[in-house]
């Protein structure tokens, strides 16, 4: 009786012989398939650690523009039809009053900045006791007459577009920080 049973075992697996190499090939597809994620996993380790050699690429050099650094904040400044785009790169640890204001001479900031946060947080703070907070990735748009400082350990990349001399004409800014009648003086835009 042993022998039937092992005959009808054999019969029944070299049978479908089609269906055995499908097995066999289908087994071979995912072993592939296994090491091709194995193969996937290990790709980012080395893209980090290429990463952690290189600079990133907002930070890399802007082709085209001029690069000079004032009160520790990297600026580069190209022209685009009439108007200029900036990168500008705040370090952590900068603070406007305490950076930029011996540099510029002013108590405040009377600079409008209208862009796009690409990197970092940052705090701006009115004489009026008014806060905003921006946070990377959001679009800007910080009035004249104000400090600003770099919140956390990341520097902050902004970019930012303006006409020089007539950016608040140009772009329908008012030449100090305003509120609208129904936003108190401690607001925090959504």
Request: some cysteine; charged content about 30%.
């Amino acid at each position: 009786m042993a022998k039937k049973r092992s005959a009808r075992t054999t019969r029944r697996t070299t049978k479908p012989r089609a269906a055995a190499a499908k097995k066999k090939a289908a087994r071979g597809v995912v072993r592939r398939t296994a090491a091709k994620k194995t193969t996937r996993k290990a790709a980012p380790k080395k893209a980090k650690r290429a990463a952690a050699r290189r600079p990133s690429e907002i930070f890399a050099p802007v082709k085209g523009a001029e690069r000079r650094e004032i009160g520790h904040v990297l600026l580069e400044v190209g022209k685009a039809g009439n108007a200029r785009v900036k990168r500008m790169v705040y370090p952590a640890g900068f603070k406007w009053s305490r950076d930029m204001k011996p540099v510029v001479g002013t108590d405040l900031c009377m600079h409008a900045h209208v862009g796009f946060l690409v990197h970092g947080e940052i705090h701006i703070e009115y004489p009026d006791g008014c806060v905003i907070e921006h946070r990377a990735p959001q679009i800007v748009v910080i009035e004249p007459g104000h400090d600003g400082w770099v919140v956390g350990r990341e520097p902050v990349v902004m970019i930012e577009f303006d006409f020089e001399r007539d950016t608040l004409a140009r772009l329908g800014m008012p030449s100090s920080h305003t509120h609208a009648p129904d936003v108190g003086p401690r607001s925090v835009p959504s």
